[in-house]
Structure formats: structure tokens, C-alpha cells
């Protein structure tokens, strides 16, 4: 198959890709936005080097806004092992809930879960009671 260069196009199902085309696609490329000018590009990479998903645009910057569909939730690592991390600011808007039944459940500290400034341990069997700080 000849690699394809370029792609112009302002249909709404400008790539639809699945069993039933355009209806229910596995993959969906939307391009009828009136001027649009950012999108998202996939950066391959040498084995065990992580594939790469980022925001494409004449701008300088750009957000990557990742959209379950209505009550959908929106899961990450379901199927590997290994952990999730944030490498800048977290900010988080509305509830968070953790589960955990580790001795590190919840760390802060400069240093992780060594010497911790703050730690709290859910490895108790059975836990009952806890401490609910109200501000």
C-alpha cells in the first residue's frame, strides 16, 4: 500500500475506519471544524521507548482534552502493571476516591514514600474508623 502524504478534506467523517464505515467506527477523524487548526499526532518509537499521543497546532500552546462519552468513565493502565505518573501540577476538580489496601496508600513528601511529610496506611485487614478533617 502507497503511504498517503496529505489528506484534505472538511467531512465530519474525513477517515471513519470499522466494520460499518462512517456508523459506529473503530477510528473516526472529524475534520468539518471551521478553521481548524489543531489536532492530535501519534509519534511512533524504538521498542520499549512509549509511543507518543500530542496536541498538534499553530499555536504555541495547546491543550489535549481526552472525552469519555456521557456517564463514561475515563480508565487508565486497566490492562499493564505499571505506574501512572503526573510529571507536573495535578489539579483536580471535584471528588477524588482512592482504594488501596497499601501501607503507602497516600504519600507527600519531597521524597515519595521515603520520609514522607504526610503518609497515610490502609494495610489494616479490616478498617472501621478512620479521621474526617472538615474545613
Given amino acids: 500500500m502507497a503511504a498517503v502524504s496529505a489528506l484534505t478534506t472538511t467531512s465530519a467523517n474525513a ?4 466494520r460499518n464505515g462512517a456508523t459506529n467506527p473503530v477510528i473516526k477523524v472529524n475534520a468539518a471544524t471551521s478553521g481548524a487548526e489543531t489536532g492530535v499526532e501519534i509519534v511512533g518509537a524504538a521498542a520499549a521507548s512509549g509511543a507518543v499521543l500530542k496536541a498538534i497546532s499553530s499555536g504555541t500552546n495547546e491543550a489535549l482534552l481526552i472525552d469519555a462519552k456521557g456517564s463514561g468513565t475515563i480508565d487508565l493502565n486497566t490492562t499493564g502493571t505499571g505506574a501512572i505518573n503526573a510529571k507536573r501540577a495535578l489539579n483536580v476538580t471535584g471528588a477524588v476516591t482512592g482504594t488501596s489496601t497499601s501501607a503507602s496508600a497516600l504519600t507527600v513528601g519531597a521524597n515519595g514514600a ?3 511529610v504526610l503518609q497515610i496506611d490502609a494495610n489494616t485487614a479490616s ?6 478533617i472538615t474545613g
Avoid: L, R
Fill in 127 to 132: 478498617v472501621a474508623t478512620g479521621i474526617k
Fill in 15 to 18: 477517515i471513519a475506519i470499522g
Fill in 114 to 116: 521515603t520520609n514522607p
